[in-house]
Nanobody
Framework: QVQLVESGGGLVQAGGSLRLSCAAS????????MGWFRQTPGKEREFVAA????????WYADSVKGRFTISRDNAQKMVFLEMNSLKPEDTAVYYC????????????????WGRGTQVTVSS
């Protein structure tokens, strides 16, 4: 089993940057496709970004393309989400997810989830 823990969230002004980290434990991390999702109260979890097991393929939601970058370090068993040019609409709880078993855009295909980290972007 893989356990995931997110960190790096916080309060930032519009136009600023944050870097989220996801630390994994377990033996199977390197074989996992990984994703980031976000959720605002009253809404379903929204796909943000994903990366395949080797790190040579990435996917992004249209709303974050050009602003966010997903990366991974399998030796450290970590996944990162660098968020630049942040907007108030980026405010959400951000979740790290692993083990996609289908389309990386769909939350239900992931096997493992972290607890989430809050990102708040002020005007």
């Amino acid at each position: 089993q893989v356990q995931l823990v997110e960190s790096g969230g916080g309060l930032v002004q519009a136009g600023g940057s944050l870097r989220l980290s996801c630390a994994a434990s377990g033996r199977t991390f390197s074989s996992y496709d990984m994703g980031w999702f976000r959720q605002t109260p009253g809404k379903e979890r929204e796909f943000v970004a994903a990366i395949n097991w080797s790190g040579d393929s990435t996917w992004y939601a249209d709303s974050v393309k050009g602003r966010f970058t997903i990366s991974r370090d399998n030796a450290q068993k970590m996944v990162f989400l660098e968020m630049n040019s942040l907007k108030p609409e980026d405010t959400a709880v951000y979740y790290c997810a692993g083990g996609a078993r289908g389309s990386v855009y769909v939350a239900s295909v992931y096997d493992v989830w972290g607890r989430g980290t809050q990102v708040t972007v002020s005007s």
